[in-house]
T-cell receptor
Framework: EAAVTQSPRNKVAVTGGKVTLSCNQT?????MYWYRQDTGHGLRLIHY???????EKGDIPDGYKASRPSQENFSLILELATPSQTSVYFC??????????FGPGTRLTVL | GEQVEQLPSILRVQEGSSASINCSYE??????FPWYKQEPGENPKLIID?????ERKQIQELIVLLDKKAKRFSLHITDTQPGDSAMYFC????????????FGKGTLLTVTP
């Protein structure tokens, strides 16, 4: 199974602050994804990437930026965090439009 | 884009019985349908998937059925055990080239002894 790690695992941020969530995968998958999970909404796609240097908007990109500096790393950036961005964030890596493997998640609380 | 509806949102069954979760999708070009299991505090884990060239797939107690004409697919867990209690998500990919999965909102399955 794909090895996907995320850091930090827990984060408390203040409203208006900048937050960066990091993801690393060691399976040489081209595609990486950022989701948020909220009760009643399932997993919603924020941004994704086809490879180093590429980022694409998902279904709910507003308020988020992404960066893919290398095959292994994919970051999610909240420039001005808001309480509505309190959530659990999952990174995933995958092969084409097929299997995706999730990291352990980051619990973000914005006060 | 693709939309995936998942029902029921809550399912409670007795140990040893079967549990069924149903999903429907909209994009006729979708060709990959995975199922994920998520236990409390954990990440979603891929448990079984089916591609559009199949109608049925079974891995041990898990059975997935795909009806492409109706744009529906389903997960059936036979002989449920308390360890099957978890949140389950279905998903479908986009038939185009954007390599996305769209997830259903999940089913919370509880298996009672």
């Amino acid at each position: 199974e794909a090895a996907v790690t995320q850091s930090p695992r827990n984060k408390v941020a203040v409203t208006g602050g900048k937050v960066t969530l990091s993801c690393n995968q060691t399976n040489n998958h081209n595609n990486m994804y950022w989701y948020r999970q909220d009760t009643g909404h399932g997993l919603r796609l924020i941004h994704y990437s086809y490879g180093a240097g590429s980022t694409e908007k998902g279904d709910i990109p507003d308020g988020y930026k992404a960066s893919r500096p290398s095959q292994e790393n994919f970051s999610l950036i909240l420039e001005l965090a808001t309480p509505s961005q309190t959530s659990v964030y999952f990174c995933a890596s995958g092969v084409g439009g097929y299997e995706q493997y999730f990291g352990p998640g980051t619990r973000l609380t914005v006060l | 884009g693709e939309q995936v509806e998942q029902l029921p949102s809550i399912l409670r069954v007795q140990e040893g019985s079967s549990a069924s979760i149903n999903c429907s999708y909209e994009d006729s070009a979708s060709n990959y349908f995975p199922w994920y299991k998520q236990e409390p505090g954990e990440n979603p884990k891929l448990i079984i998937d089916i591609r559009s060239n199949m109608e049925r797939k079974q891995i041990q107690e898990l059975i997935v059925l795909l009806d492409k004409k109706a744009k529906r697919f389903s997960l059936h867990i036979t002989d449920t055990q308390p360890g099957d209690s978890a949140m389950y998500f279905c998903a479908a990919n986009s038939g185009g080239s954007n390599y996305k999965l769209t997830f259903g909102k999940g089913t919370l399955l509880t298996v009672t002894p």
